[in-house]
Every structure is written in C-alpha cells, then in structure tokens.
C-alpha cells in the first residue's frame, strides 16, 4: 500500500482525497477525527511552525503523555523538514533537560502533568524559544493551530530525510536520538503490513507510549495504511482490555509487563475478543507462565516481535502458528524469523565475521528500515551502522537451522565467568518457571576467583515466601553448574522502564561501585 511512494507526507494526501469521511484517529470520548480533519490539522500545525520560524531541520520536542496532537506534530514536521523530538515521560528532570537540549528543541509542547516540572527548569533549556501547553484548561495548542490558514507547502524532504527522533531507552547511559526517516517508517510500514495483514479496515489500538516505537512507529504504520487508529492516553489495564473488546479492536501491540497485568483483571477471561486478529508483543522478555495465560486469552493471534529503535520497530515475528503449535513449543523463547525486507545474521562481536549456524554472537541487522543515524553523534553513529548497512544491535543471540532468532541478551549484560560466556535471560527463564517466584532479574557481581558471577535478584509470589537455598537447587537441577546463580536477594520489586525493561544497571551498580567493570 505504501510501496509507490516515497514521503509520509504524500500517504496523508492519498487518504485524505480517497477516504475523506472515514475516520483516522479516535482518542478518549471526544476526539473522532477524519482524514479530511487530520489533513487540515497537519496543515495548520505546518503553517504555524513556519510562523515561529522553524527552519528545515530544526527540532520540536513533546513532552506529553499520549495524545493525537503529538502524530499531527509529527506529520506536520515530515511536510515542511522538521523533526519531532518526543521525550520519555518517565524521565527524571535532568534527563529531560538532557534530551531537550540534545535535540536543541526550538519550542516545547508540554502535556498538563508536566507544565510544573517544565517551569521549574525553563532557565536550564537554552535552546526553547516558547513553551507550548497542550489539553487541560490551559490548553494552548488549539489555539496556536487555529490562528493560522492550511500551509500546502510541502518541502521537498529526501527519502533519507529524518522527521521524527525518537531516543533510546537510557538503560545503559544518556538516551541518543535515533533519527527516522521517511524511507525507514515506508519501508517499516510496508514490511508489517504484509506480514500483520493491516490494511484499511484494521482498527489499531494504540496504548503504549508515543516515545517509544511501539507507540509513534506503530501510530504511523496505522496511518501509512489508511486505518484506523484507537489511542490511550495510558496502558492502564483495565482501559486496554475494556477497548479491545467495545471498540472491536483487530491489531494492538502490547508489552509483556502490561499483558501480566491484563491477565489478572476481573473478569477477562470472559471478555469477548473475537475481532483480534493480531496480538504483537515484545520489548522485553514474556515470561512462560504469562505467555500460557496470554495464549488462552487470546488464541490464534499472539505475534512476538523482536525490533529496535535504530530500525523503526520490528524486525523479526513469531506468528500465532508457532505460538499454537505444541510440537513448537521450544520456540515459544524465539524472536521468530525476519519479517519482509529484513535480513538478520549473526556475527562475532569482535571481528564482525558470520558465525556458524547457531553459534552465538551479535545480531546485525540489514534493511531500508534503518535510522540514518544518532543525531550529533557522528562517532556511534558509524560505530552502530557498517559500511555495507548492517545495524549492529548490541543483543546477543543465535540463529538456529530453521531460520529462527533467539535473542539471549544484550551483549553488555553477558556475564563473563572464569572464562565462560553466560547469558542471564536464560537463568531467568528458569527462575520464571518456579512457582515461587513472580518476577526476576539475573545479574553478574564481582567474584575473586571467577572475576564474576551470576546473582538472582527475584520477587516473591503471591502469599508465599522464597527459600533461596531451595531455589539454588531448583536451579542446579535445570542448568550447567557454571550457570547457576550463587546467590539470591529477595525484594519486594524490581526497577523497570515504562516499556518494562529491567533496569539493570540500577541493580549492578552497588555491587561493581569503586571495581574495575564499568558495565552500564
């Protein structure tokens, strides 16, 4: 569907002249807005960034929960050679300072619950020319677009051209900002669409935070497919499965965080979700136990996806006939294989040489996808893209002989022990299978004799209680010695990022403090 063209901008135009009436985006109970509506918003949102004088290539930034005026923002960037800087909510002031400066935004657009925080460091965002409030009662935005006629201008973007910057997660240090592309979000848009089936009659519901691909990415591949987008402003659980099934949602993404949350809400085993017909999740790894109760909600539609920022989304699917397939099972722990446009291979993360077939090593990754690279960071951008267009994702993996990916771990989270390489996500999936245990992370902590170590950090159950000894033996009994944890804390949680990633260098750091490691 999006195979003929070449800008986001013209996608837009496209469904605006066919599909005039039909509804493009839906949030919360007041907001229904048709493409025709859309189209003169983005338009408006175009003439009045040029009326602040924003020049091609300068930056806006969001700093907002979900709401449809960041997608206009964004489309309205993609018209007129802008980019649409969207922060983390959930970080920390001197993070956001950091990114909006990094982004050297020209003007802020700042939801209700952030206006406050936003005044507190307005002196220390050198490059913020205005701040704009959006929503709430001193909602600024509807006003700033109603004061200008529809700008028809379109600047005459490359493929190449970045429009929306989204940056990493910051797990391992300050976020970067990926830059994507109009070639990069087309070609992403289009890969999916094959391979999920999302075309105009899709209903896509939109829960997961428009700073993180699995919010803008799959916003966008929703448009560039004329369909039909249904947006929260928050994953609450009880919202995300009170709209899968009222609203007859067909393609949601979700991440396995929310998914175990969704499988304990009263009553939503009788719930009504005959319309899915695509159900991705990923981000993070699934638990088995969480994947078996998301399989009975949920039959016949489960997709895990494995992507990145760096690639606009994904770039690997598990289908549901591999989910379904109880001869299969094993592969229930895969990424699944390449979706369309996309190679993968594994390579040494020293020499960059292939591996052989299930061998471990790096995932690299090939496709139009791509970022066209970290914004002001010239040096990791060259270290993170080949010469040749192979993306060197820092996960560790394997491929094995069918053609499926397994994603074992970041490679800066293997554990180097005496000599062996350990991948914690492979203790974890042990651990996650104790009846005893509700949640845990697998982390290396310095040993004199070994250099280091594995230590399980796990949450308890329910009204039970752990026995640490008794869970160290759970594990010699499933893994190599070498591989076993050699101790155990309890807490009542662990540290996650919205998206639901372990914050793991929050739990190393106590135990590597004044040592050598500098492992972030």
């Known amino acids: 569907m999006t195979s003929q063209l070449t800008d986001v901008t013209s996608t837009l135009a496209r469904w605006e002249t066919e599909r005039p009436d039909a509804v493009a985006i839906r949030f919360g109970t007041s907001v229904a807005r048709t493409w025709s509506e859309l189209a003169r918003r983005v338009r408006q949102n175009a003439a009045a ?59 802020l657009f700042v939801g209700p619950e952030f206006a406050a925080a936003v005044e507190q460091v307005r002196d220390r965002l050198p490059t913020v020319e205005r701040v704009i409030r959006v929503g709430g009662p001193d909602d600024e935005y509807e006003a700033w677009l109603a004061a200008q006629q529809p700008d028809v201008q379109v600047h005459p973007s490359k493929p190449e051209d970045c429009f929306v910057q989204l940056y990493t997660s910051g797990t ?19 890969n999916v669409a094959v391979d999920f ?54 393609h949601t993404f979700l991440v396995p965080a929310l998914l175990a949350a969704i499988s304990q809400v009263p009553g939503v085993a009788d719930r009504d979700f005959s319309s899915l017909a695509a159900l991705s999740y990923g981000a993070s790894p699934m638990p088995l136990p969480v994947m078996r ?30 989910h379904d397939d109880p001869s299969a099972a094993h592969r229930l722990v895969s990424a699944g294989t390449p979706i369309h446009g996309v190679e993968i291979e594994i390579r ?23 970022m066209s690279g970290y914004w002001g960071k010239p040096d990791e951008s060259a270290a993170a893209i080949t010469s040749d267009g192979w993306l060197r994702s ?31 996500a492979e203790i974890e999936r042990v651990l996650a299978e104790h009846p005893d245990v509700a949640d845990v992370a697998v982390i290396g902590v310095p040993d004199d004799r070994w250099g280091e ?32 944890p050699k101790s155990v804390e309890i807490r009542e949680e662990l540290p996650r990022n919205l998206t639901g990633k372990v914050l793991k260098k929050e739990l190393r750091k106590p135990y590597w403090e004044g040592r050598e490691r500098k492992l972030v």
């Open 453 to 484: 170590v594995p230590k399980a950090i796990v949450v308890a159950a329910p009204n039970t209680e752990i026995d640490g000894e008794a869970l160290l033996e759970y594990c010699r009994e499933r893994l190599a010695g070498f591989k076993c």
């Open 394 to 424: 820092g996960d560790g993996g394997h491929v094995d002989a069918d053609g499926y990916v397994y994603v074992t771990d970041r490679i800066k989270d293997m554990i180097i022990s005496g000599g062996e390489n350990i991948y914690p």
């Open 197 to 250: 089936e999302i075309g105009i009659d899709a209903r896509v519901q939109v829960a997961m935070p428009l700073f993180h691909v699995g919010g803008t990415s799959y916003s966008l591949l929703a448009i560039l497919a004329g369909a039909q987008i249904m947006m929260l402003r928050l994953p609450d659980p009880g919202a995300v499965v009170e709209m899968l099934e009222s609203e007859r949602i067909t």
């Open 49 to 107: 960034q040029r009326a602040e004088g924003l020049l091609p290539g300068n930056r806006v930034a969001v700093l907002d929960l979900n709401h449809p005026s960041c997608i206009e923002l964004t489309l309205a960037c993609a018209q007129i050679g802008t980019a649409n800087a969207v922060v983390n909510f959930r970080l920390a002031p001197p993070e956001i300072v950091y990114v909006v400066n990094d982004a050297a935004a020209r003007i």
């Open 348 to 370: 040494d993360p020293a020499t960059g040489e292939p591996v052989a077939t299930g061998e471990p090593g790096e995932i690299w990754v090939r496709t139009e996808q791509l």
């Open 293 to 322: 109760a998301c399989l009975k909600l949920f039959p016949g539609v489960m997709h895990q996806v494995y992507g990145m920022t760096e690639a606009c989304g994904v770039v690997s699917s598990l289908g549901p006939e591999d």
């Open 172 to 190: 391992t240090g300050f976020p970067k900002g990926a830059m994507l592309t109009h070639r990069g979000m087309l070609a992403h848009a289009r």
